[in-house]
Every structure is written in structure tokens, then in C-alpha cells.
């Protein structure tokens, strides 16, 4: 919880308490720093395009702290001056003539804060989210509702009317307004990167240098992109620590890298959404500037999201002779399914995501590496706005973190297409960072016309579901007739039942590679423990090469989408029914015994290797 609490509180400026009491009440741990909904991501959004252009500000966009809640989004601002650009926003008309602000935004006091909100017609309503809010507090002693009282005075005498009260109706407009002249058209289709820059304030003056940021946006042919033109004064740009915090999907914005160009006195970095939904880019340049306006540089902190320890340092250098070592205790271990198994690669994706994170939970580096299926292309974007007239760019595949694991563990995940030179790259650099490697989805064997020597796994495990093996034949008129009994049918040995077996899941194709062992899933409602003729089978399948390297539990599928996690459950999460966590850590234990003659931790004490940036020339 200390690692957890720190990692988010450096990007939220949220307090330690604040922290530890909102990630009590999780129950998964895959994203500490929570999005926001598509309504309420519309109206963050908005604020931030607001407050990114406010000159003199000390802190990024002017926001001290950015506190998640369940119903929104709690702001402490540095300055009257911040709230005060807000108010910029708010719509108001006169009786004859154009409107001007966000028409739809409104405004009230809440206590001592104000309180932003849209109107149901101004964004696409859904029953499962709560209305969208953003709450602002300003400095210590400083009066919000007279700033807004003043505000308002000032809107009355120029002859408009105010219409931010949401206690005042107002119908919408009869026709939809131009998308250059409508803010809240124009950022719907990027609302998540803007809402994630809103939540995340306290990344910027966490770097080398900071002197300030400015926010804007740019409308393009693939939608609405996001600029931050960032003053550094004296050292280095830290494009690397800045690049791996919006990376990653834990903590950070979840985006992709598309380029990276830096120069002495010029960095420019292009990131984009990983999810089709979002269409924008996000930009980032970083210039040198001679002085802080502001005064004294703060010195950069260690951000325990990327690993940073005390003594800001990234990447971490090996030291010399220690290539040779992790070379040799690195290994991939390649999960197949058999030809009649019906698993498939996301079956498999999430066995070994638990197995990884069993492993990593116990002080191991573990990679990931996913390979994707074949894809023709087909399926139109009809999510596309009609002014959106041309495709995202594509990124670089690079490693991403899928889990934050007690130091030194680690747990990475890589997607790469399915072709011999991009997999064969990808292990090249899986060997040299981490201990364990998994690779899935990758052609497997089964089919002698398409191996290729390019690539080849340490060890090749076949997962299938951990039935009780076949003891009868049963007579032909009992198999379509009535259940049969336990005397029924004729009687197979161990080792008969092990050759049917093996037959019938083995024995339609020829593998080329071998395979090192069987790993069976049981489901919840199975016995742990298999019986004595099972073992008896398990004995005889081993004097035919492929032994049955242990059993691990398999739930079946995952609920995914909103208000659920992007990833499956695994042992690095507190203890949640129906999965056995203290089942799922055991049973890692033991295959990691069996494979290896150890059990998972003989690296703990030792520094981690790190996870490589990327993988050359690869793009999806």
C-alpha cells in the first residue's frame, strides 16, 4: 500500500491519507489514478483548455491537487486568477446577437466551492454514469462566490444574460452549432486526454528542470490534438521518464509512442491512444529556457511509478560482466493449446497473466509477449465524428507495464505482429530484461510447412483443462442410451487411458518442437488433488515425453468494461471470490519448482533488470 499510495500521490498531489483511504475501497489494482466516464471526461476537458492557458502560473495548469471521488473531480487551485479563467467558459447571450462561452456548462456555489457542471443535453446521457461534476476550490481565504458574484455583475452590464444557473432552464439549441465554434464538438472526440491530463497535474514539476507548462488544443483531420509547450531550465529534457509515465496504463495515460525527436535545445515527443474511441495526438515540446520567472527550480522527484528510487536514474545502467548472467537465467516459456484443445490465445493471455503475476508478486522480472492475430482490416470507424476525415497514426509496439509488483518485481506486456522477425526482435530483447519470459499467440509447431528456425522457445507447454482421464470404453449402445454405469464399458489401464489420451489430443498433427510438458487448468468446482489412477495416468503420460507439470485454476472469463478492470484478476490484488489467490500463488510456486528446480524468488535482494523502451522497427 505504501508503494501504491506514493506512486499515485506524485502525479495527483493528493495526500498520503487522501490516497490510502480511496485505494482502500479497491478491489483491483490495475489503475490507481481512476478515468473519468465519457460525460464526465467531456467536462474535465473542457476546464483543462481553460486552465492551460493562464500565464504565472508556479504549479502546472494551476492546479495543486486533483483529487478523484466517486462523483467526480475535486480541483485545488493556486490562484483567483485560475478560477478566474474558468469563468471565461461560462455561456451567456444577449437578445440579439451570438452566444459566447460553452453554452451548456454551468456553475453554482457548493459550500465554499464552485461546482462546474454540463446540462443533460449537452452531452450523450447514460443511465450507468452520474451527472458530471468538477469541483474548485481556490487558495487559502480566498472568497470563490465573490469572484463569481463580480463575474456575474460584469456579464450583466455588458448587456448579456448569464446563463450558467443550472436551477435556470434552458433549452438547447435548435441546431447544432459549427464544430469550429462549438468547444465541447470538438473536444468529445479526444475528452479522455485532456481529462487525463486534468487528473495527473503534478507529473510536470515532477521532471528535470520545470519552469513551466502552457496547454492548447489544434483541430486536425484525425480529430482534436493536444499541445503542452514545456520551459526547462539547465540539464537534460527527461524526455525518458516523461515518455514511460504516459506509457503506462497503471498510473499514466496508457499511450503509444509515435515519434521522438530531440535536439540540444529543442524535444518534441508524439503520443497517441492506445483505444481507437479517443482520437487525438498528444504533444509535447520541451524548450530551454535561460531563468525560471517563478525563481528557484525545484529539483526533480522520484517518481515510484517507473521505479525511480531516491537518486533520480534512467535509464538503469547494468553494471559490466552482468549481460552474461541474466542471458543464462533468463527464460521463454511458450504457452500452445493443443489442436482439439479450444482455448485459444486469450485463454491462454490470461492463464499466463496470473502466473506472471504470481511470479513477479514474488520478486521476478516477467514479460508478456502477446502476438497478435492476423487481421484483414475490414470494419469501419463508426464511432468517427462527420468532420473527422482522416486515420490516427500508427505507434511503435512498445513494452508496457500491466502490473505495479513489490520491488524488484516487475510485469510487462508486449503486443507484436504475427511475423518471424518482429517475435524473433521482441525475445531478443525479452531475454536481456527480464527472468521469465511468456510468449502467446505465436505459431506454435503444430503444422510442419511454417516453422521457422528464427525463433524458438526455451520451454513449450501445452495447457489444457484438467479433465478426469478416461478409465472406460464404453459399449456402442451406451453411448447415445442411458448414462452409463461405473461397471459399464471395457476397463482401461493407466496406461491404456494415457495412450487414449494422447490420441485423441495429440495425435490429429505432427509436432515439430517438443514440448517440454502438459499444465493443466481446473476449474473451481473441481478437485484440487487428482486420484490414484490420475496419477497413475500422469506417470504413464510422462514415460511418453509429456509429463503433466502441475495444475493451476482457471475462472473462465473476465468481466471486462465499465467500471471493471482491463485486466484480469490476479494475485497482486487483495482476495476476491470465486478465485483462490493463495491457490493461484501455490500452484505458480510449484510449476515455477518444477521447470526450474527453484521456487520464484532467488532474485529478490537483486536489482531488477529493466524492461526494454521498445522494439525496433516494429508498428501496429
Same mark, same amino acid.
Given at each position: 500500500?505504501?508503494?501504491?499510495?506514493?506512486?499515485?500521490?506524485?502525479?495527483?498531489?493528493?495526500?498520503?491519507?487522501?490516497?490510502?483511504?480511496?485505494?482502500?475501497?479497491?478491489?483491483?489494482?490495475?489503475?490507481?489514478?481512476?478515468?473519468?466516464?465519457?460525460?464526465?471526461?467531456?467536462?474535465?476537458?473542457?476546464?483543462?483548455?481553460?486552465?492551460?492557458?493562464?500565464?504565472?502560473?508556479?504549479?502546472?495548469?494551476?492546479?495543486?491537487?486533483?483529487?478523484?471521488?466517486?462523483?467526480?473531480?475535486?480541483?485545488?487551485?493556486?490562484?483567483?486568477?485560475?478560477?478566474?479563467?474558468?469563468?471565461?467558459?461560462?455561456?451567456?447571450?444577449? @437578445? @440579439?446577437?451570438?452566444?459566447?462561452?460553452?453554452? %451548456?456548462?454551468?456553475?453554482?456555489?457548493?459550500?465554499?466551492?464552485?461546482?462546474? $457542471?454540463?446540462?443533460?443535453?449537452?452531452?450523450?446521457?447514460?443511465?450507468?454514469?452520474?451527472?458530471?461534476?468538477?469541483?474548485?476550490?481556490?487558495?487559502?481565504?480566498?472568497?470563490?462566490?465573490?469572484?463569481?458574484?463580480?463575474?456575474?455583475?460584469?456579464?450583466?452590464?455588458?448587456?448579456?444574460?448569464?446563463?450558467?444557473?443550472?436551477?435556470?432552464?434552458?433549452?438547447?439549441?435548435?441546431?447544432?452549432?459549427? #464544430?469550429?465554434?462549438?468547444?465541447?464538438? @470538438? /473536444?468529445?472526440?479526444?475528452?479522455?486526454?485532456?481529462?487525463?491530463?486534468?487528473?495527473?497535474?503534478?507529473?510536470?514539476?515532477?521532471?528535470?528542470?520545470?519552469?513551466?507548462?502552457?496547454?492548447?488544443?489544434?483541430?486536425?483531420?484525425?480529430?482534436?490534438?493536444?499541445?503542452?509547450?514545456?520551459?526547462?531550465?539547465?540539464?537534460?529534457?527527461?524526455? %525518458?521518464?516523461?515518455?514511460?509515465?504516459?506509457?503506462?496504463?497503471?498510473?499514466?495515460?496508457?499511450?503509444?509512442?509515435?515519434?521522438? #525527436?530531440?535536439?540540444?535545445?529543442?524535444?518534441?515527443?508524439?503520443?497517441?491512444?492506445?483505444?481507437?474511441?479517443?482520437?487525438?495526438?498528444?504533444? /509535447?515540446?520541451?524548450?530551454?529556457?535561460?531563468?525560471?520567472?517563478?525563481?528557484?527550480?525545484?529539483?526533480?522527484?522520484?517518481?515510484?511509478?517507473?521505479?525511480?528510487?531516491?537518486?533520480?536514474?534512467?535509464?538503469?545502467?547494468?553494471?559490466?560482466?552482468?549481460?552474461?548472467?541474466?542471458?543464462?537465467?533468463?527464460? #521463454?516459456?511458450?504457452? #500452445?493449446?493443443?489442436?482439439? %484443445?479450444?482455448?485459444?490465445?486469450?485463454?491462454?493471455?490470461?492463464?499466463?497473466?496470473? /502466473?506472471?503475476?504470481?511470479?513477479?508478486?514474488?520478486?521476478?522480472?516477467?514479460?508478456?509477449?502477446?502476438?497478435?492475430?492476423?487481421?484483414?482490416?475490414?470494419?469501419?470507424?463508426?464511432?468517427?465524428?462527420?468532420?473527422?476525415?482522416?486515420?490516427?497514426?500508427?505507434?511503435?509496439?512498445?513494452?508496457?507495464?500491466?502490473?505495479?509488483?513489490?520491488?524488484?518485481?516487475?510485469?510487462?506486456?508486449?503486443?507484436?505482429?504475427?511475423?518471424?522477425?518482429?517475435?524473433?526482435?521482441?525475445?531478443?530483447?525479452?531475454? %536481456?530484461?527480464?527472468?521469465?519470459?511468456?510468449?502467446?499467440?505465436?505459431?506454435?509447431?503444430?503444422?510442419?510447412?511454417?516453422?521457422?528456425?528464427?525463433?524458438?522457445?526455451?520451454?513449450?507447454?501445452?495447457?489444457?483443462?484438467?479433465?478426469?482421464?478416461?478409465?472406460?470404453?464404453?459399449?456402442?449402445? @451406451?453411448?447415445?442410451?442411458?448414462?452409463?454405469?461405473?461397471?459399464?464399458?471395457?476397463?482401461?489401464?493407466?496406461?491404456?487411458?494415457?495412450?487414449?489420451?494422447?490420441?485423441?489430443?495429440?495425435?490429429?498433427?505432427?509436432?515439430?518442437?517438443?514440448?517440454?510438458?502438459?499444465?493443466?487448468?481446473?476449474?473451481?468446482?473441481? =478437485?484440487?488433488?487428482?486420484?490414484?489412477?490420475?496419477? =497413475?495416468?500422469?506417470?504413464?503420460?510422462?514415460?511418453?515425453?509429456?509429463?503433466?507439470?502441475?495444475?493451476?485454476?482457471?475462472?473462465?472469463?473476465?468481466?471486462? $468494461?465499465?467500471?471493471?478492470?482491463?485486466?484480469?484478476?490476479?494475485?497482486?490484488?487483495?482476495? =476476491?471470490?470465486?478465485?483462490?489467490?493463495?491457490?493461484?500463488?501455490?500452484?505458480?510456486?510449484?510449476?515455477?519448482?518444477?521447470?526450474?528446480?527453484?521456487?520464484?524468488?532467488?532474485?529478490?535482494?537483486?536489482? =531488477?533488470?529493466?524492461?526494454?523502451?521498445?522494439?525496433?522497427?516494429?508498428?501496429?
Amino acid at each position: 500500500m505504501d508503494q501504491l499510495s506514493n506512486a499515485a500521490c506524485q502525479l495527483t498531489g493528493e495526500s498520503l491519507e487522501d490516497v490510502r483511504r480511496r485505494l482502500g475501497r479497491l478491489d483491483r489494482f490495475d489503475q490507481l489514478v481512476p478515468s473519468a466516464s465519457r460525460e464526465q471526461a467531456l467536462l474535465e476537458a473542457a476546464l483543462a483548455s481553460a486552465l492551460g492557458n493562464v500565464a504565472g502560473q508556479t504549479r502546472p495548469f494551476g492546479v495543486r491537487e486533483a483529487k478523484p471521488v466517486e462523483e467526480g473531480l475535486v480541483l485545488r487551485l493556486e490562484r483567483a486568477a485560475d478560477a478566474q479563467s474558468l469563468f471565461k467558459l461560462l455561456p451567456s447571450h444577449a @437578445k @440579439k446577437g451570438p452566444w459566447r462561452g460553452v453554452r %451548456g456548462l454551468t456553475v453554482e456555489m457548493d459550500g465554499a466551492r464552485l461546482r462546474f $457542471g454540463l446540462r443533460p443535453w449537452a452531452f450523450e446521457a447514460s443511465w450507468r454514469s452520474p451527472a458530471p461534476t468538477v469541483w474548485a476550490t481556490g487558495p487559502h481565504g480566498e472568497d470563490l462566490s465573490a469572484l463569481l458574484a463580480a463575474h456575474t455583475d460584469q456579464v450583466t452590464a455588458s448587456g448579456r444574460i448569464a446563463q450558467w444557473d443550472p436551477l435556470r432552464e434552458e433549452r438547447g439549441p435548435g441546431r447544432r452549432e459549427p #464544430v469550429e465554434r462549438s468547444l465541447l464538438r @470538438k /473536444i468529445i472526440v479526444s475528452c479522455a486526454m485532456g481529462s487525463a491530463l486534468l487528473r495527473r497535474p503534478r507529473l510536470w514539476d515532477s521532471l528535470t528542470g520545470y519552469a513551466g507548462v502552457r496547454l492548447s488544443t489544434d483541430m486536425a483531420g484525425h480529430g482534436l490534438d493536444w499541445s503542452i509547450e514545456r520551459e526547462v531550465v539547465g540539464g537534460g529534457f527527461d524526455e %525518458g521518464r516523461l515518455i514511460a509515465v504516459l506509457e503506462d496504463s497503471i498510473l499514466g495515460f496508457g499511450l503509444r509512442l509515435l515519434d521522438h #525527436v530531440c535536439g540540444p535545445e529543442r524535444c518534441t515527443v508524439r503520443m497517441a491512444p492506445r483505444s481507437p474511441v479517443c482520437r487525438g495526438v498528444l504533444t /509535447i515540446r520541451s524548450s530551454r529556457v535561460p531563468a525560471s520567472p517563478a525563481g528557484s527550480i525545484p529539483d526533480p522527484r522520484p517518481l515510484t511509478a517507473i521505479g525511480d528510487g531516491l537518486v533520480v536514474s534512467r535509464p538503469r545502467h547494468r553494471e559490466p560482466g552482468t549481460e552474461l548472467e541474466d542471458a543464462k537465467r533468463s527464460s #521463454v516459456v511458450q504457452l #500452445v493449446d493443443a489442436p482439439s %484443445g479450444g482455448l485459444g490465445r486469450d485463454h491462454l493471455a490470461r492463464v499466463a497473466e496470473r /502466473i506472471a503475476a504470481a511470479w513477479a508478486a514474488r520478486g521476478l522480472a516477467v514479460g508478456l509477449l502477446l502476438v497478435e492475430e492476423s487481421s484483414m482490416g475490414l470494419g469501419g470507424d463508426r464511432d468517427r465524428p462527420e468532420w473527422v476525415t482522416a486515420p490516427m497514426p500508427k505507434g511503435i509496439s512498445r513494452w508496457t507495464r500491466l502490473r505495479l509488483a513489490p520491488p524488484p518485481g516487475q510485469l510487462w506486456s508486449l503486443k507484436v505482429p504475427n511475423t518471424s522477425d518482429t517475435i524473433s526482435a521482441a525475445l531478443r530483447h525479452a531475454r %536481456g530484461a527480464f527472468d521469465r519470459v511468456f510468449l502467446i499467440g505465436a505459431y506454435d509447431g503444430w503444422m510442419q510447412a511454417m516453422a521457422s528456425p528464427k525463433w524458438a522457445a526455451d520451454l513449450r507447454i501445452l495447457v489444457h483443462h484438467a479433465q478426469p482421464f478416461q478409465r472406460r470404453i464404453p459399449f456402442p449402445g @451406451k453411448i447415445t442410451g442411458e448414462a452409463m454405469q461405473a461397471t459399464d464399458g471395457v476397463p482401461l489401464t493407466p496406461a491404456e487411458s494415457a495412450i487414449q489420451w494422447r490420441s485423441e489430443n495429440l495425435g490429429r498433427s505432427v509436432c515439430t518442437h517438443p514440448l517440454s510438458g502438459l499444465l493443466l487448468l481446473a476449474g473451481s468446482e473441481e =478437485a484440487v488433488d487428482p486420484d490414484a489412477f490420475d496419477l =497413475a495416468v500422469e506417470e504413464q503420460l510422462a514415460r511418453h515425453g509429456t509429463p503433466v507439470l502441475g495444475r493451476f485454476p482457471d475462472h473462465n472469463l473476465i468481466i471486462r $468494461g465499465l467500471r471493471h478492470s482491463v485486466h484480469p484478476p490476479t494475485v497482486l490484488d487483495p482476495q =476476491a471470490q470465486p478465485l483462490d489467490h493463495e491457490y493461484m500463488a501455490a500452484a505458480a510456486d510449484a510449476l515455477h519448482q518444477r521447470l526450474w528446480g527453484s521456487p520464484p524468488f532467488t532474485t529478490v535482494g537483486r536489482p =531488477a533488470p529493466q524492461a526494454p523502451s521498445e522494439v525496433p522497427s516494429l508498428s501496429s
